[in-house]
């Protein structure tokens, strides 16, 4: 399954937090999540570094959870108040990539990072941006009660480039 169906799958589903759809076999461990946040709570967990996801988070979005995409990939979910107008221009900027418009309606925009090896990595490595504002909805639902927003309009998936192992 493609990461962009994964990702659509769960933004349908958004009631509640979506997670990935589970795999045959083993079960997979439970997705990384920080605790939901109070008023004196310290900051909430800002995810990995650009070190690690190999491209820079847009500056100020929240990171939501990471999941275990199998075969040794994760992938990375950050949500921002930012329009995905403004999010595509800046990763086509970063990435001096013009990426690819996979759906108009909602908006999702993605961008490979990584050459797609079918027989080491379940998805390819890229930066997905989706657009979850709509006339039905009010975004993607922040994990963390109680703190602003409560709705993340655009989320970013990014899913690293995976060093090659032999």
Request: glycine share 8%.
């Amino acid at each position: 399954m493609s990461p962009l169906l994964a990702f659509l799958v769960a933004a349908a589903l958004a009631q509640p937090v979506p997670q990935p759809f589970p795999k045959s076999g083993p079960p997979a461990p439970a997705p990384t999540t920080t605790e939901p946040a109070s008023p004196t709570a310290p900051p909430p967990d800002s995810g990995p570094d650009q070190a690690t996801l190999g491209v820079p988070v847009y500056p100020g979005a929240q990171f939501i959870a990471s999941y275990d995409a199998g075969r040794g990939q994760r992938f990375y979910l950050y949500g921002t108040a930012t329009s995905f107008v403004t999010l595509v221009g800046y990763y086509r900027n970063v990435l001096k990539n013009r990426g690819e418009l996979v759906f108009e309606a909602p908006a999702t925009h993605q961008f490979d990072i990584g050459r797609f090896r079918e027989q080491t990595m379940a998805f390819p490595p890229s930066v997905t941006i989706k657009d979850f504002e709509s006339a039905v909805s009010k975004g993607y639902p922040n994990p963390r009660r109680g703190v602003d927003p409560e709705h993340f309009p655009t989320v970013i998936q990014i899913v690293p480039v995976v060093p090659e192992t032999r």
